[in-house]
T-cell receptor, first 110, second 114 residues
Framework: QKEVEQNSGPLSVPEGAIASLNCTYS??????FFWYRQYSGKSPELIMF????GDKEDGRFTAQLNKASQYVSLLIRDSQPSDSATYLC??????????FGSGTRLLVRP | GAGVSQSPSNKVTEKGKDVELRCDPI?????LYWYRQSLGQGLEFLIY????????KSGLPSDRFSAERTGGSVSTLTIQRTQQEDSAVYLC????????????FGPGTRLTVT
């Protein structure tokens, strides 16, 4: 059974802080990883994807991948109240479908 | 450009009725995916289309669920004899091709079976 695990949270951080969201996956064959943000009542919105070991930065977001440890993370710098949402980690399996974690709820306190 | 569109946005149906959900992918995207999300849960894969063919139907929960895609574009997901446990948000996503490309989601159809 391919699984993606995330802490459900909520993760509460003050405005301006760095939020760190973590994810582990079980399928060593997974090569591509995605972070989606989902506001309550809305559909998932793609914010980052990463294929290679190491860090990938896009604005305030940094995705980190460690395939040896089967670990993916998302850092959000200078967190804003508008970042408050559920963050879904997904691993793409060999048949190109996404295996999603259950999501981490992030609360950014003003 | 236009994103993935889905219709209807909301559907309430009585147990035992059939429902049809529609997805219109981003223009030029050859791969199309259906997922569902039950209340407070993560997303569950249902089926994947590459063009008009479905290489992976492994997520369909029962034979009451079927999907088709015609003309390499619009897809319909049909649920026959709906049950209360079918209540969920049904999400469609598309990607440029059936490879390691990013998937973009539509707004979803919220299905409620009473």
């Amino acid at each position: 059974q391919k699984e993606v695990e995330q802490n459900s949270g909520p993760l509460s951080v003050p405005e301006g802080a760095i939020a760190s969201l973590n994810c582990t996956y079980s399928d060593r064959g997974s090569q591509s990883f995605f972070w989606y943000r989902q506001y309550s009542g809305k559909s998932p919105e793609l914010i980052m994807f990463i294929y290679s070991n190491g860090d990938k930065e896009d604005g305030r977001f940094t995705a980190q991948l460690n395939k040896a440890s089967q670990y993916v993370s998302l850092l959000i710098r200078d967190s804003q109240p508008s970042d408050s949402a559920t963050y879904l980690c997904a691993a793409m399996d060999s048949s190109y479908k996404l295996i999603f974690g259950s999501g981490t709820r992030l609360l950014v306190r003003p | 450009g236009a994103g993935v569109s889905q219709s209807p946005s909301n559907k309430v149906t009585e147990k035992g009725k059939d429902v049809e959900l529609r997805c219109d992918p981003i223009s030029g995207h050859t791969a199309l995916y259906w997922y569902r999300q039950s209340l407070g849960q993560g997303l569950e894969f249902l089926i994947y289309f590459q063009g008009n063919s479905a290489p992976d139907k492994s997520g369909l929960p029962s034979d009451r669920f079927s999907a088709e895609r015609t003309g390499g574009s619009v897809s319909t997901l049909t649920i026959q004899r709906t049950q209360q446990e079918d209540s969920a948000v049904y999400l469609c996503a598309s990607s440029l091709s059936g490879q390691a490309n990013e998937q973009y989601f539509g707004p979803g159809t919220r299905l409620t079976v009473t």
